[in-house]
């Protein structure tokens, strides 16, 4: 009888573990998260940022990403969408490094922010790069309301855009892509 009430009490202890394992935002298989690696889905991108590697969108969502230094980090964007909140729309910081495949797109919606600025190493080979509400009545002299570089390469970031890349912005005050900054960076644009 002890024998049997030992294995009871194991199996149950097992059971209360389960929950903890997904309340850490990981999910295996359920398909309910915005995010997905190998078989385990995420309820955020950034869940699924920080755990790192080859990241599948599975949602459109709105977030401000960021990839941390020591990272190496793939998202295919699967045909969705990234917006952000009311940062940049990904930040690839210094010793991080970033490649975004397939189609989809990465936004940015506020003023003075882009939807992607890299100090790392990013690659583009897919993807629509925009400021969707940037203000159309920006001109030379002034960035209106909404204004800001689509993509800022920045503090020796190192880019390559690919062909089949696609990089949008309606205003007419800041360029769509700046290359340097405070100090001096690489960009390669390919097609």
Do not use: C, Q
């Not at 850490?24 to 920080?50: H, K, N």
């Not at 401000?64 to 699967?78: E, F, H, S, V, W």
């Amino acid at each position: 009888m002890k024998k049997v009430t030992s294995i009871l009490m194991a199996f149950v202890l097992m059971l209360t573990l389960i929950p903890t394992a997904w309340a850490e935002g990981e999910s295996v298989g359920t398909g309910t998260g915005v995010a997905m690696i190998g078989d385990a889905t995420y309820e955020t991108l950034a869940d699924a940022v920080a755990v790192g590697g080859d990241i599948k969108l599975l949602k459109d969502t709105a977030e401000d990403i960021t990839i941390l230094a020591g990272k190496t980090i793939t998202i295919d964007l699967n045909g969705k969408k990234i917006t952000n909140k009311s940062a940049d729309t990904i930040t690839v910081e210094k010793g991080a490094a970033l490649t975004i495949n397939g189609t989809g797109t990465v936004d940015n919606v506020t003023h003075g922010k882009a939807a992607i600025v890299n100090g790392g190493t990013v690659v583009l080979n897919g993807g629509l790069y925009t400021r969707s509400k940037e203000d159309m009545e920006n001109n030379k002299d002034t960035g209106g309301k909404n204004s800001y570089y689509t993509i800022l390469n920045d503090n020796g970031g190192v880019m390559t855009i690919n062909a089949g890349v696609e990089v949008k912005n309606i205003g007419h005050f800041s360029s769509m892509i700046r290359n340097g900054g405070t100090t001096a960076s690489t960009l390669t644009i390919n097609g």
